[in-house]
Structure formats: C-alpha cells, structure tokens
C-alpha cells in the first residue's frame, strides 16, 4: 500500500535575521524569527501572523532540526496553531551560500517538515485529523514550504 499526497498549500514566510545562543550539549543554538508570510492552497488561504519562531539546532554532524511554532489567520479570520518538526542539511557549501544570499535550486540541499496543526472545530478541522509533510526551501531570510497531506 503507496500513500498518496494531497497538496495543502503553499507557505512563504519572511524571517529576521537569526539569533545564535551559542553551544549546547545538543548543539549550537539559534533562534529565527518568523516576521510575517502568505500561504495558499486549494482549500485554505491567509497570512502568517507576527510572533512565531524556529528554534534551530546545528548538530555536530551539520544537519539543523528545525523546531518551528507559528499562528495561520485564514482569510476569513480563523486562527490555526502550526508547530513544525523538520531537518535540513547539505554536502558542501550549500547553506553558507544560501546565507550568503544564493538561492539554490532545492534539489542541492534537504529540506523536510512535518507540521502538525491545531484548527478549531469548523471548516478546518480536518487539519487536525491527518498526517502532512513539506518540502522546503531556504532563501536568504525567507522561507517557502509546500505542504502535503498523506491520504
């Protein structure tokens, strides 16, 4: 049995430059701030609301989990809780050139989330019944993930 993807939307998300809280004993800390985004899709629409994170951190075997919380507001005013698990990582310099401004195409590096949404009962509470992956991509100091449900 193959599941099949359902595309939810996509997501493109401004973000400040990140804050590094140095080493850990799980590796080095850093904090980004999620400033402002957009997501559109088939069935749901809106903007990302100011005040959410992604709470990085840089294993010493260079790949970054990403620990990410942030509120959707729908266009018509509905409020949806998204906490992102995910890790990206890349041979070579990749991401320095990704910092340093390059945009790359995705398949040079590996991107991948897996939101989990919290919706009100109504319209969108079918997000909180379902298991959704994303690709991602990582401009500079914007984001875009394409969202998929597994069906």
Known sequence: ????????????????PAMDLGPTPAGFRRIIDIVSGTFRGP????VVLPGGADWQIIRSDDVTELH??????????VLIQVNVRGL???????????EA?????PSEYYFRVAPIFQAPEGRYSWLN????????????RTICLKVFRIA
């Open 68 to 77: 990410a919380h942030y509120i959707l507001s729908t266009d018509d005013a």
């Open 43 to 46: 069935l749901l629409q809106g």
């Open 129 to 140: 019944r379902s298991i959704f992956i994303g690709l991602g991509q990582r401009m500079q």
């Open 101 to 105: 401004g390059e945009i790359l195409d």
């Open 88 to 98: 990206r990582h890349a041979r070579g310099d990749a991401l320095a050139r990704i």
């Open 1 to 16: 049995m193959t599941p099949n993807l359902e595309f939810v939307f996509e997501l493109n998300a401004d973000l400040s």
